[in-house]
Antibody, heavy 116, light 113 residues
Framework: QVQLVESGGGVVQPGGSLRLSCAAS????????MHWVRQAPGKGLEWVAF????????YYADSVKGRFTISRDNSNSTLFVQMNSLRAEDTAVYYC?????????WGQGTLVTVSS | DVVMTQSPLSLPVTLGQPASISCRSS???????????LNWFQQRPGQSPRRLIN???NRDSGVPDRFSGSGSGTNFTLKISRVEAEDVGVYYC??????????FGQGTKLEIK
């Protein structure tokens, strides 16, 4: 069965950096685009970034453009997002989601808290 | 960006009764490939979102047939024919026709009356 397991969340100071990972299993990872979606505490869902199956195209939400970088390692079925210059408003649960027709499977999420 | 507007934002429903959630988009959602990329998601308390419906009306695997999606153009609806206790949670619509960015509705909180 499809499994997506995020890791790497934690508490970071404003201006700091964090790298999240998403380990995928149960499907051919190298054949699918992948997304990051976040949810601030008590709020709705916000799309963050997308990477094509082969890594050739990447798209970002305006709110993270220039600060976040999405990448993938198809040999290890892992998705990443490097988050720099973090702000308080980046505080959220970050989900990775499989891209088949948009978000057919989601991970359990990892919490990122940006606070001094 | 395409704005997705859901109503109502709060939906108290009696067990066994039907429920309906509306989602309107600020632009038509028919893609140049002929598909309409309008999905519905359920997020139960403390859980990750789960996709229920893709491309307006296609139920995802394992989704009970009491859930149905319909609509076209800019107006879409998620219906639950008979609400059960396990349906409590927040429901989101999402458009993937005019992306990036993918955009979500604000969410509709379904609770049992």
């Amino acid at each position: 069965q499809v499994q997506l397991v995020e890791s790497g969340g934690g508490v970071v100071q404003p201006g700091g950096s964090l790298r999240l990972s998403c380990a995928a299993s149960g499907f051919r990872f190298s054949s699918y685009g992948m997304h990051w979606v976040r949810q601030a505490p008590g709020k709705g869902l916000e799309w963050v970034a997308f990477i094509r199956y082969d890594g050739s195209n990447k798209y970002y939400a305006d709110s993270v453009k220039g600060r976040f970088t999405i990448s993938r390692d198809n040999s290890n079925s892992t998705l990443f997002v490097q988050m720099n210059s973090l702000r308080a408003e980046d505080t959220a649960v970050y989900y990775c989601a499989k891209g088949n027709g948009f978000f057919d499977y989601w991970g359990q999420g990892t919490l990122v808290t940006v606070s001094s | 960006d395409v704005v997705m507007t859901q109503s109502p934002l709060s939906l108290p429903v009696t067990l066994g009764q039907p429920a309906s959630i509306s989602c309107r988009s600020s632009q038509g959602l028919v893609h140049s490939d002929g598909n309409t990329y309008l999905n519905w998601f359920q997020q139960r308390p403390g859980q990750s979102p789960r996709r229920l419906i893709n491309k307006v009306s296609n139920r995802d695997s394992g989704v009970p047939d009491r859930f149905s999606g319909s609509g076209s153009g800019t107006n879409f609806t998620l219906k639950i024919s008979r609400v059960e206790a396990e349906d409590v949670g927040v429901y989101y619509c999402m458009q993937g026709t005019h992306w990036p960015p993918v955009t979500f509705g604000q969410g509709t909180k379904l609770e049992i009356k």
